[in-house]
């Protein structure tokens, strides 16, 4: 009797934290949309391009990204950020939706990056960022606007309290702050601002664009620099002072 007791204790007790949980969560479903771009058939394909149409699919990379794996964060003020990685083919045999539970609240951001190879080491390619409201056990679908990253492969200079970036990468890009950070000798880098305050000039006679940010930089560190646009935080060049 005492042993059937405790069993229906802890079958209680599962059922009451199993019902919390999903009390205080939501269900987050992030479709892809790539197995639709795999599964086009070429009369599909040729359609699309001739008539300047968009296949009914889930927003994704346009076929000419080309990228390896793909991370998903989620954050608030209010928890802690949840991040997720996913390789190309675990996206594709999941049937091109990522799902992922999330504590329920306001203004949780999502933000989904897809990273490429470049001189062997893995590059911002193609990102999203929306933010939306959840309440507890609700079930969302989610179609996140995305588009290309941008990356910084130009050299940069430090001079009379001015950084200087001139690069065709970063040519009509909407371009919205640039994120700095940076590296004491021997240690990891950090992040240090958020950088809103730039100017820029171009074309030149070469479509190359001069970015210039104003700011006091403190000498003996390595500083890299990212560019933000409405799809999120391109990949980092570095300068040192």
Not at 1 to 15: E, G, Y
Not at 191 to 207: I, K, M
Not at 231 to 238: F, H, K, L, P
């Amino acid at each position: 009797m005492k042993r059937q007791t405790s069993l229906l204790i802890i079958a209680i007790l599962f059922a009451a934290l199993i019902s919390c949980s999903y009390e205080n969560t939501a269900t987050v479903t992030i479709d892809t949309g790539i197995r639709q771009q795999a599964h086009l058939s070429i009369w599909d394909k040729i359609l699309a391009w001739v008539t300047f149409s968009k296949p009914l699919q889930a927003d994704q990379p346009p076929q000419y990204v080309y990228f390896v794996s793909l991370s998903i964060n989620v954050s608030a003020p209010d928890m802690n950020t949840i991040s997720q990685s996913f390789q190309y083919s675990d996206i594709l045999n999941n049937n091109g939706k990522i799902k992922i539970e999330v504590i329920a609240g306001s203004q949780r951001k999502f933000e989904i990056i897809a990273y490429d190879y470049y001189n062997d080491s893995l590059m911002r390619k193609y990102g999203g960022i929306t933010t939306v409201d959840l309440s507890p056990g609700q079930q969302v679908t989610l179609n996140i606007e995305m588009g290309e990253l941008i990356n910084i492969y130009s050299d940069i200079t430090y001079d009379n309290s001015l950084i200087t970036i001139y690069s065709v990468q970063l040519a009509n890009n909407n371009i919205i702050a640039f994120k700095l950070y940076r590296q004491p000798t021997g240690g990891d880098s950090v992040y240090f601002a958020t950088l809103t305050n730039f100017s820029v000039e171009g074309p030149d006679q070469y479509n190359n664009y001069t970015f210039t940010i104003p700011i006091m930089l403190e000498s003996g560190f390595s500083y890299y620099i990212s560019a933000v646009n409405p799809y999120g935080e391109g990949g980092t060049g570095s300068f040192t002072y």
